[in-house]
């Protein structure tokens, strides 16, 4: 079984920002992964297409909130690794979304970008 990812630090559009401050996101994410995500996503571009299906996410399901419908995720529990230093973090993935295949979203506590020192391109090991 596929036990960890690799792939590197690209450039986001900014939206994950916006969808990360939402109380009802920040609540969900709380209860089911133990932590309030930073407001932001790093996104990552894998070597490979994965179908994270296959990696038993957890669903969160439609809402809505401020007469606006948002759409579920589904997340999947990891550890966002940059050398030895590891952080709890999840996989982010949006039933709709307008990354291809092979990028996807990490959500973790702290900036990911700041605490990680990470830059565009720099090799982000994820352990599942």
């Known amino acids: 079984m596929l036990n960890k990812l690799f792939g590197r630090v690209?450039?986001?559009?900014?939206?994950?920002?916006h969808y990360m401050?939402?109380?009802?996101?920040?609540?969900?994410?709380?209860?089911?992964?133990?932590f309030e995500p930073y407001e932001g996503t790093l996104n990552v571009k894998l070597g490979y297409i994965i179908n994270l299906n296959e990696l038993n996410p957890i669903e969160v399901d439609d809402f809505y909130y401020k007469n606006n419908k948002y759409y579920g995720v589904k997340l999947i529990p990891v550890r966002i690794c940059i050398k030895d230093y590891c952080v709890n973090g999840a996989?982010?993935?949006?039933?709709?979304t307008e990354h291809p295949n092979n990028v996807i979203e990490l959500i973790a506590p702290i900036k990911l970008r700041k605490y990680l020192s990470l830059k565009n391109n720099y090799m982000v090991k994820i352990r599942l």
């Open 91 to 96: 996989i982010v993935y949006p039933k709709k």
């Open 21 to 34: 401050s939402l109380p009802p996101y920040k609540e969900k994410f709380k209860n089911i992964l133990g």
């Open 10 to 17: 690209v450039s986001g559009k900014g939206e994950g920002k």
